[in-house]
């Protein structure tokens, strides 16, 4: 079964500061997607990777995959309090069947 | 276009019960993913169901059942209801199996006591 990790688990930041959210998969996969959820809501769809070396970039998220470390970056720029948020990555199966990371809870401090 | 809908919002049922959550697709989408959610965790592959098949299963037990009807909507059922059953479940339509976006509905919030 396809495994994703992320780190942090949580991450509590300051107003305007930077950060960089890390999401590890154990097999091969070409794509990637990064997903917002507010509590006690459904997923936001933020960002799709499809090919190695994609970046991507929204606002003050940019996201970005590396397909031969099997690794996904999601890059907080100038961090504000609307940020605060969970944020998940998943990873897509040849069955285009999701896997989930446990989830970034992302708490911006004024 | 609408979008994915999901009923009931909420439901509490007790241990040992059984449970069906609903889910409509996005109008023209033909395959259908179900996602169980515990609290602090990332959503969880149950099982997928394409063209009214099963097209792929999570490590989910096999009191947790489902259908797919003509019209591409979407039954997730739940026999004999365990404390830990309690979760949010998210179902995602795409336009076919081989399709890359997802869309999920808004979740069934399931509480077991």
């Known amino acids: 079964e396809l495994k994703v990790e992320q780190n942090p688990l949580f991450l509590s930041m300051q107003e305007g500061k930077n950060y960089t959210i890390y999401c590890n998969y154990s097999?091969?996969?070409?794509?990637l997607y990064w997903y917002r959820q507010d509590p006690g809501k459904s997923l936001e769809s933020l960002f799709v990777?499809?090919?190695?070396?994609a970046v991507k970039q929204e606002g003050r998220l940019m996201a970005s995959l590396d397909t031969k470390a099997r690794l996904s970056t999601l890059h907080i720029t100038a961090a504000v309090h609307d940020l605060s948020a969970t944020y998940f990555c998943?990873?897509?199966?040849?069955?285009?069947?999701?896997?989930f990371g446990t989830g970034t809870s992302l708490t911006v401090i004024p | 276009e609408t979008g994915v809908t999901q009923s009931p919002t909420h439901l509490i049922k007790t241990r040992g019960q059984q449970v069906t959550l609903r889910c409509s697709s996005q109008?023209?989408?033909?395959?259908v993913s179900w996602y169980q959610q515990a609290l602090g965790q990332g959503p969880q592959f149950i099982f997928q169901?394409?063209?009214?098949?099963?097209?792929g299963r999570g490590n989910f037990p096999p009191r947790f059942s489902g259908l797919q009807f003509p019209n591409y909507s979407s039954e997730l059922n739940v026999n004999a209801l365990e404390l830990d059953d309690s979760a949010l479940y998210l179902c995602?339509?795409?336009?076919?199996?081989?399709?890359?976006?997802?869309?999920f509905g808004p979740g069934t919030r399931l509480t077991v006591t």
């Open positions: 995602a339509s795409s336009l076919d199996a081989s399709n890359y976006e997802q869309y």
């Open positions: 097999t091969t996969s070409d794509r």
């Open positions: 990777l499809l090919s190695n070396g």
């Open positions: 998943a990873v897509a199966n040849t069955g285009n069947q999701f896997y």
């Open positions: 109008s023209g989408h033909n395959t």
């Open positions: 169901y394409y063209r009214e098949e099963e097209n």
